[in-house]
């Protein structure tokens, strides 16, 4: 992952780009863990108007999705306000009014961000442990506002490039349980056959 400085600019360029050519940009985990994440959804039967947050939006392409499945209660958060105006511009561009975006630092979340059913990370949590500046404390953190966002018996969804299913279990164990891991491409290394991806489900206690 990129340090989060060059993010601002990673999105002030895709901002330029859809502006000129209508793209939205890189979705950095690809189509499947959109769909494993839907497909899950479904499976569970959440209801439709059950509101949902998208931790690190990026460009919104999960919420559309969402949308675009039939939930109605849905917001993504990012820090990065070229993030929200680019998600913005994806919105409407898709016609997806009932989609809300905000500029949140999630580490310290506003009063308003609360009582959330679902939230959903993909490489946020990532991000936030790769800050080289007190990584393990804003982990810490993390926890701390997921908390504090998600409803008791909520559920969080979390895809991972970096944390294995025990390193995620062992930083998500207080006030969290897991529900289950969802399946992931894997991938071979020197005949060894390695995870590359990570994608759990908690519920929070």
Do not use: H
Not at 174 to 189: N, R, S, Y
Request: charged share 25%; net charge negative.
């Amino acid at each position: 992952f990129p340090p989060p400085s060059s993010w601002d600019a990673a999105y002030e360029r895709e901002l330029q780009t859809f502006e000129d050519i209508g793209d939205a940009g890189e979705i950095w985990f690809g189509e499947e863990s959109m769909v494993r994440i839907i497909r899950w959804l479904e499976k569970q039967k959440v209801p439709l108007d059950s509101s949902v947050l998208d931790i690190g939006t990026g460009n919104g392409v999960l919420l559309i999705e969402l949308a675009k499945t039939g939930y109605v209660n849905l917001t993504g958060i990012d820090y990065s306000p070229s993030a929200i105006q680019l998600s913005e511009k994806v919105r409407e561009k898709q016609g997806m009014s009932n989609i809300k975006l905000k500029v949140e630092d999630f580490l310290a979340p506003s009063a308003e961000l609360s009582g959330f059913e679902i939230c959903i990370d993909k490489g946020t949590f990532d991000a936030i442990s790769l800050n080289p500046d007190n990584a393990v404390g804003k982990r810490k953190q993390y926890v701390r506002s997921l908390c504090s966002v998600l409803k008791p018996e909520g559920f969080f969804l979390i895809t991972s490039c970096n944390w294995t299913k025990e390193e995620l279990l062992n930083e998500f164990r207080e006030g969290f349980e897991i529900l289950e891991e969802l399946p992931t491409p894997k991938f071979c290394f020197g005949g060894r056959i390695g995870n590359s991806v990570t994608a759990l489900v908690f519920q929070r206690k």
